[in-house]
């Protein structure tokens, strides 16, 4: 009898989504620059080059339009780091609590 799959990163609807905390920002990806980069449109209005970290490269696909969840680095404030893609359940908690203005929305779809 063959054996059951396991199922990775199951979406639970009553899990909150992370928030950003210190050192932290929402950002909008704008475009891929290859490899593990890409240049993402944050709320903060900066434009920064972001690196995907290696444990999620090829186990979360991050589109362009996506937002996502970034780490800023302390000694290159311009760049960042992936933590976290929300999902589109996600979103939605996000401008339920108004954490994510709609307008950021909209101007990140122009981009595209």
């Known amino acids: 009898m063959p054996r059951k799959k396991k199922r990775r990163g199951g979406?639970?609807?009553?899990?909150?989504?992370?928030?950003?905390?210190?050192?932290m920002v929402i950002c909008g990806v704008i475009r891929?620059?290859?490899?593990?980069?890409l240049v993402a449109k944050c709320l903060d209005g900066v434009d920064r080059k972001i690196r995907i970290p290696g444990k999620m490269r090829r186990r979360v696909w991050i589109n362009e339009g996506d937002l996502i969840l970034v780490g800023i680095w302390d000694f290159s404030p311009e760049r960042g780091e992936v933590i976290h893609r929300y999902s589109r359940s996600e979103v939605a908690k996000l401008l339920e609590k108004n954490v994510v203005p709609k307008e950021f929305l909209e101007a990140l779809s122009e981009f595209l």
């Open 32 to 37: 891929h620059l290859g490899g593990d980069f």
């Open 11 to 23: 979406e639970e609807s009553s899990k909150e989504p992370p928030l950003p905390g210190e050192g």
